[in-house]
């Protein structure tokens, strides 16, 4: 029990870091870190053109960020925001396909599994549980396996076929 608190704790927390912080790109070719909020200040470290940098803080026209286990600060007018929490519209055969494809594929796996796993309980009156083990052979997966891909396929052509007609 205390294993589940401290692996929702750590959820949370993580959740709650991506909420809170804010990510930018660098946009001129070299910008410097500095260690106050002010152009005059020391410089620390330099980050340069299509770096990502995670904002700790924003103070006016500043962003403290954290490089190199250094904080320092940078102006906000040189970086572009990434919003990571805005939602993205996809649509398209290709969205369709592959949502589909994973999430059939792990439960028709799992379902043929278990269903031998189930029809490999033999009635057996001579052993103390009332039944014996079938023994899967690598045979056994590889088939289970090979019906699991068949099937997601079709449903992923379904469901990709319905997100392409979808985009009319």
């Given at each position: 029990?205390?294993?589940?608190?401290?692996?929702?704790?750590?959820?949370?927390?993580?959740?709650?870091?991506?909420?809170?912080?804010?990510?930018?790109?660098?946009?001129?070719?070299?910008?410097?870190?500095?260690?106050e909020?002010?152009?005059?200040?020391?410089?620390?470290?330099?980050?340069?053109?299509n770096?990502?940098?995670?904002?700790?803080?924003?103070?006016g026209?500043?962003?403290?960020?954290?490089?190199?286990?250094?904080?320092?600060?940078?102006?906000?007018?040189?970086?572009?925001?990434?919003?990571?929490?805005?939602?993205?519209?996809?649509?398209?055969?290709?969205?369709?396909?592959?949502?589909a494809?994973?999430?059939?594929?792990?439960?028709?796996?799992?379902?043929?599994?278990?269903?031998?796993?189930?029809?490999?309980?033999?009635?057996?009156?001579?052993?103390?549980?009332?039944?014996?083990?079938?023994?899967?052979?690598?045979?056994?997966?590889?088939?289970?396996?090979?019906?699991?891909?068949?099937?997601?396929?079709?449903?992923?052509?379904?469901?990709?076929?319905?997100?392409?007609?979808?985009?009319?």
């Amino acid at each position: 029990m205390k294993i589940f608190k401290l692996n929702c704790f750590i959820f949370a927390f993580f959740i709650t870091q991506l909420a809170i912080s804010q990510t930018y790109i660098v946009k001129p070719k070299t910008l410097n870190v500095r260690a106050e909020r002010s152009t005059n200040s020391d410089v620390i470290a330099k980050i340069y053109e299509n770096d990502t940098i995670i904002a700790i803080s924003t103070e006016g026209d500043w962003i403290k960020i954290s490089i190199s286990e250094k904080q320092g600060f940078v102006n906000k007018s040189f970086l572009e925001e990434i919003n990571l929490n805005k939602p993205t519209t996809k649509s398209g055969f290709k969205y369709g396909f592959k949502k589909a494809f994973t999430s059939s594929f792990i439960i028709t796996l799992i379902l043929f599994l278990g269903y031998r796993g189930m029809k490999g309980r033999v009635k057996d009156g001579r052993h103390s549980k009332g039944y014996r083990e079938y023994n899967f052979s690598f045979r056994d997966y590889i088939e289970d396996g090979i019906y699991a891909l068949i099937i997601s396929l079709v449903i992923a052509l379904v469901a990709g076929i319905y997100a392409w007609v979808k985009t009319f």
